[in-house]
């Protein structure tokens, strides 16, 4: 059972381009959720998204950030005009639809590094 | 909004015990989620406690008092490649959103 998918693994970006972040959840895995890494920082959580859904984007810039989860194909999160401050890990992780202490086992993908330059 | 506090460093030998405290405020607490990070690597779910007492999973147990707002992770038998990041993350706030919110890790150092 394939794990969480991200794409691509490493991504460099001039200031003011745009960045696209792929994220497939493991089979069977209806929740989606997109977190950024600083180093030596812990995941700040960015959105939660279901199929079709943004259940929760109070993590989110207001500006130039912008996530979907499509009916088909990947959750993909895109950073339009980045800047150097965008520069970071960008991490994945699914979760699976059923209730009780499972919901909040989440897992991560291998991560998308983002450098502006 | 919510809180986490972890020592930054511990260090430990290998064979030993050592427990990695966590101390949260947060509103609307739901549960506190362990999760390991080694270098350059994604986060890997350990334990989750929504209750009050010491969780095991083998060599790993994770604790919680919700009346301290407190709990620990506590890994025994440690082995070289139990060096790694642990995170201490508990549910994020209102609107029954199931995002985590992450303290900023503890990094622990196995010395032969």
Same mark, same amino acid.
Not at chain 1, 2 to 16: F, T
Not at chain 1, 78 to 100: E, H, K, L
Not at chain 2, 83 to 110: N, P
């Given at each position: 059972?394939?794990?969480?998918?991200?794409?691509?693994?490493?991504?460099?970006?001039?200031? !003011?381009?745009?960045?696209?972040?792929?994220?497939?959840?493991?089979? &069977?895995? *209806?929740?989606? +959720?997109?977190?950024?890494?600083? @180093?030596?920082?812990?995941?700040?959580?960015?959105?939660?998204?279901?199929?079709?859904?943004?259940?929760?984007?109070?993590?989110?810039?207001?500006?130039?950030?912008?996530?979907?989860?499509?009916?088909? !194909?990947?959750?993909?999160?895109?950073?339009?005009?980045?800047?150097? &401050?965008? *520069?970071?890990? +960008?991490?994945?992780?699914?979760? @699976?639809?059923?209730?009780?202490?499972?919901?909040?086992?989440?897992?991560?993908?291998?991560?998308?590094?983002?450098?502006?330059? | 909004?919510?809180?986490?506090?972890?020592?930054?460093?511990?260090?430990?030998?290998?064979?030993?015990?050592?427990?990695?405290?966590?101390?949260?405020?947060?509103?609307?607490?739901?549960?506190?989620?362990?999760?390991?990070?080694?270098?350059?690597?994604?986060?890997?779910?350990?334990?989750?406690?929504?209750?009050?007492?010491?969780?095991?999973?083998?060599?790993?147990?994770?604790?919680?008092?919700?009346?301290?707002?407190?709990?620990?992770?506590?890994?025994?038998?440690?082995?070289?490649?139990?060096?790694?990041?642990?995170?201490?993350?508990?549910?994020?706030?209102?609107?029954?959103?199931?995002?985590?919110?992450?303290?900023?890790?503890?990094?622990?150092?196995?010395?032969?």
């Amino acid at each position: 059972n394939a794990g969480v998918m991200q794409n691509p693994r490493h991504l460099v970006r001039r200031r !003011g381009q745009e960045a696209r972040l792929r994220c497939s959840p493991m089979k &069977g895995h *209806s929740h989606v +959720y997109w977190y950024r890494q600083l @180093p030596e920082e812990g995941l700040k959580f960015m959105v939660y998204l279901q199929k079709e859904n943004i259940i929760d984007e109070s993590g989110m810039p207001k500006e130039r950030f912008s996530a979907e989860f499509p009916k088909e !194909g990947p959750s993909i999160l895109r950073i339009q005009q980045v800047v150097r &401050g965008d *520069s970071a890990a +960008y991490f994945c992780a699914s979760s @699976p639809p059923v209730f009780g202490a499972r919901r909040y086992e989440q897992y991560f993908g291998p991560g998308t590094r983002l450098t502006v330059t | 909004g919510q809180s986490l506090e972890q020592p930054s460093e511990v260090t430990a030998v290998e064979g030993a015990i050592v427990q990695i405290n966590c101390t949260y405020q947060t509103s609307g607490f739901y549960g506190l989620s362990w999760y390991q990070q080694h270098d350059g690597g994604a986060p890997t779910f350990l334990s989750y406690n929504a209750l009050d007492g010491l969780e095991e999973t083998g060599r790993f147990s994770s604790f919680l008092s919700r009346s301290d707002s407190y709990g620990y992770l506590l890994l025994q038998e440690l082995q070289m490649k139990d060096s790694a990041s642990y995170f201490c993350a508990v549910r994020s706030s209102g609107g029954g959103a199931d995002g985590l919110t992450f303290g900023k890790g503890t990094h622990l150092i196995i010395q032969p």
